[in-house]
């Protein structure tokens, strides 16, 4: 199967790709999505060994501030399960836990942020989804072509 590659957005003062980085083994699980097209990505179209662009979001700067890799494919999120968990779905049961969760490790960190207006205006970004207006799905599919870019751009 071909590597795919992916967005994921997370705000940087919940965690961090420096957070990722401190984490033992550099690799942490991708828990809390509650977002079925999100989820869905993260359950049908996630494989290990797919490269990751770890975009920080709702921060005073946003855009891409590295690289992962998914090191273990979809399997059941128990936050979901947890009453005291602020992801905590009171429709899931151990039966039935629609919400799934993803391992990440750390590749590396950009030597600066490749920021979203840096993207909106770069030459062969003009469709990817994250430069798109009202785009605010968590976990977006990148084309390979854009990942390059976003690589160059990062000077990476």
Not at 9 to 20: N, W
Request: aromatic share 8%; net charge positive; glycine share 6%.
């Amino acid at each position: 199967m071909a590597k795919k590659y992916w967005l994921m957005k997370t705000e940087p003062d919940v965690f961090s790709i420096q957070d990722l980085k401190a984490r033992p083994g550099k690799k942490e699980h991708w828990d809390g999505v509650r977002n079925y097209q999100a989820r869905n990505h993260m359950r049908d179209g996630m494989s290990v060994g797919d490269e990751v662009l770890f975009y920080h979001s709702s921060a005073a700067s946003i855009g891409v501030a590295g690289v992962a890799a998914i090191v273990k494919a979809a399997y059941p999120d128990p936050s979901a399960l947890d009453p005291k968990s602020k992801y905590h779905d009171p429709k899931a049961t151990p039966d039935k836990n629609p919400w799934v969760m993803v391992d990440v490790k750390f590749v590396r960190e950009f030597p600066r942020l490749v920021t979203l207006d840096e993207m909106k205006t770069a030459p062969g970004l003009e469709t990817m989804l994250v430069t798109k207006r009202g785009m605010r799905l968590s976990i977006q599919p990148v084309k390979p072509e854009e990942f390059a870019i976003v690589l160059k751009l990062a000077g990476s």
